[in-house]
């Protein structure tokens, strides 16, 4: 059966000296998550690889290198959700660990679906996963930005949509959220069906962009429900990205894929850093720009 992986990493305007590193970044994303899928390894375990990848790599806001918040500190947000028994794990305002995807990944396999801050990171520590010091995260390029500029603003979050051979679909998201925003600020990026939602009976998405746009409209859920109604992954995807700019206003920008292994993506930030691959595909693609 026909498998597929796209990621994402933000939707924003992306300088021309970040544009070769967003896209090799995802290419490195897409191909580790492709090379589990070739060897028939599941759509959960896809994503959490592609997005360990890009989690710690500087040029995105996830992992090493997220955002700061208003006090100078990292705090990450997460969620990674399956479509057959649409099992689902997140955390949110979580400190010092390296992969908060993978803490979100444990998180599924408890009766909880959102753990958060410092009980998320005891959790994280209970079970094993790689824990380090928050300052450790911070970035160099980073601190500068949050040093000059005042500006509430986010950007190059990560997130990963997988169907493997078996028909399963995957999502996933990890961001280090808004810069300045106030500690404890929650985003779409952790909460199921607004940031990210997987679903065998319709395909995944994964979204980025202005979180509290985003998130009033629940656009993961409702880019599904338009593919149950009978829309394909891109068309799904664009109307979804219209409805929030005429309601709410913001930019924001989101990979699917539907029940076919369709690729969508749609954004009306100026760019969306993206990779994919297909079955069909010897190698991936990568773009900044939706290509029509
Ligand atoms: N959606 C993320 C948030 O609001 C930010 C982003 O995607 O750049 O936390």
Redesign the pocket.
Request: hydrophobic letters at 40%.
């Given at each position: 059966m026909r498998w597929a992986i796209i990621v994402h990493g933000?939707?924003?305007t992306i300088t021309v000296d970040k544009i070769e590193p967003h896209k090799a970044g995802c290419l490195r994303a897409v191909e580790a998550g492709a090379a589990l899928l070739e060897k028939e390894g599941s759509a959960l375990e896809a994503v959490e690889a592609a997005i360990r990848v890009l989690e710690d790599d500087p040029t995105f806001?996830a992992g090493f290198g997220s955002?700061l918040n208003s006090e100078g500190e990292v705090e990450m947000?997460a969620a990674i959700m399956e479509g057959e028994r649409l099992r689902a794990g997140a955390v949110a305002s979580i400190r010092g660990v390296r992969h908060p995807i993978s803490v979100a990944r444990h998180v599924m396999d408890t009766h909880h679906v959102l753990l958060s801050a410092e009980g998320a990171r005891r959790f994280a520590q209970e079970r094993g996963a790689e824990l380090c010091d928050p300052a450790e995260l911070v970035h160099e390029e980073q601190r500068r930005e949050w040093e000059s500029s005042k500006e509430v603003?986010?950007?190059?979050?990560v997130?990963c949509v997988a169907l493997d051979r078996f028909g399963n679909f995957a999502a996933g998201?990890s961001?280090?959220?808004?810069m300045h925003?106030m500690p404890g600020?929650?985003?779409?990026?952790p909460l199921i069906g607004l940031?990210l939602y997987a679903d065998n009976s319709a395909g995944g998405v994964s979204?980025?962009?202005?979180?509290?746009s985003?998130?009033k409209l629940a656009l993961a859920h409702r880019i599904t429900n338009s593919i149950c109604n009978g829309e394909d992954a891109d068309r799904a995807a664009e109307e979804a990205i219209a409805s929030m700019a005429r309601r709410v206003g913001g930019e924001?920008?989101c990979i699917v894929l539907d029940r076919q292994g369709r690729v969508g993506v749609a954004h009306n930030a100026e760019n969306l850093a993206h990779a994919y691959r297909t079955s069909e595909m010897r190698c991936a693609t990568a773009s900044v720009q939706k290509q029509r």
């Amino acid at each position: 059966m026909r498998w597929a992986i796209i990621v994402h990493g933000g939707a924003h305007t992306i300088t021309v000296d970040k544009i070769e590193p967003h896209k090799a970044g995802c290419l490195r994303a897409v191909e580790a998550g492709a090379a589990l899928l070739e060897k028939e390894g599941s759509a959960l375990e896809a994503v959490e690889a592609a997005i360990r990848v890009l989690e710690d790599d500087p040029t995105f806001n996830a992992g090493f290198g997220s955002m700061l918040n208003s006090e100078g500190e990292v705090e990450m947000d997460a969620a990674i959700m399956e479509g057959e028994r649409l099992r689902a794990g997140a955390v949110a305002s979580i400190r010092g660990v390296r992969h908060p995807i993978s803490v979100a990944r444990h998180v599924m396999d408890t009766h909880h679906v959102l753990l958060s801050a410092e009980g998320a990171r005891r959790f994280a520590q209970e079970r094993g996963a790689e824990l380090c010091d928050p300052a450790e995260l911070v970035h160099e390029e980073q601190r500068r930005e949050w040093e000059s500029s005042k500006e509430v603003r986010g950007s190059d979050t990560v997130g990963c949509v997988a169907l493997d051979r078996f028909g399963n679909f995957a999502a996933g998201t990890s961001t280090g959220g808004i810069m300045h925003k106030m500690p404890g600020r929650i985003g779409d990026s952790p909460l199921i069906g607004l940031g990210l939602y997987a679903d065998n009976s319709a395909g995944g998405v994964s979204l980025t962009g202005d979180g509290e746009s985003i998130m009033k409209l629940a656009l993961a859920h409702r880019i599904t429900n338009s593919i149950c109604n009978g829309e394909d992954a891109d068309r799904a995807a664009e109307e979804a990205i219209a409805s929030m700019a005429r309601r709410v206003g913001g930019e924001a920008g989101c990979i699917v894929l539907d029940r076919q292994g369709r690729v969508g993506v749609a954004h009306n930030a100026e760019n969306l850093a993206h990779a994919y691959r297909t079955s069909e595909m010897r190698c991936a693609t990568a773009s900044v720009q939706k290509q029509r």
